[in-house]
């Protein structure tokens, strides 16, 4: 089994920069794809961005250039850089790690990010 544990989400001001880590650990060898999903307060959870394991990347239309997904594999993380800070990036942020062979995906417990405005 993989557990997923995220940090770096808190409150920052309209404009400001957050970064999210999510350390993965247990059966780190069948991870597949990672990334990042937010839901905000009466809203459909949404992918944020994901990364490959040879670090190809994919993002949200509404990230416009604004964060960055990376990964580092040795440490079994993945981060998600945010910059220009929006109120509607206000979300509790999750990551999520595509298992192999199952196709099963595993969810870490979630983290706030609150933008002033």
């Known amino acids: 089994q993989v557990q997923l544990v995220e940090s770096g989400g808190g409150l920052v001001q309209a404009g400001g920069s957050l970064r999210l880590s999510c350390a993965a650990s247990?059966?780190?060898?069948?991870?597949?794809?990672m990334g990042w999903y937010r839901q905000a307060p009466g809203k459909q959870r949404e992918l944020v961005a994901s990364i490959s394991r040879s670090h190809s990347t994919n993002y949200a239309d509404f990230v416009e250039g604004r964060f960055t997904i990376s990964r580092d594999n040795a440490k079994s993380t993945v981060y998600l850089q945010m910059n220009s800070l929006k109120a509607e990036d206000t979300a509790i942020y999750y990551c999520?790690?595509?298992?192999?062979?199952?196709?099963?995906?595993?969810w870490g417990q979630g983290t706030q990010v609150t933008v002033s405005s």
């Open positions: 999520f790690a595509n298992i192999f062979p199952t196709g099963r995906t595993t």
């Open positions: 247990g059966s780190i060898e069948s991870i597949r794809g």
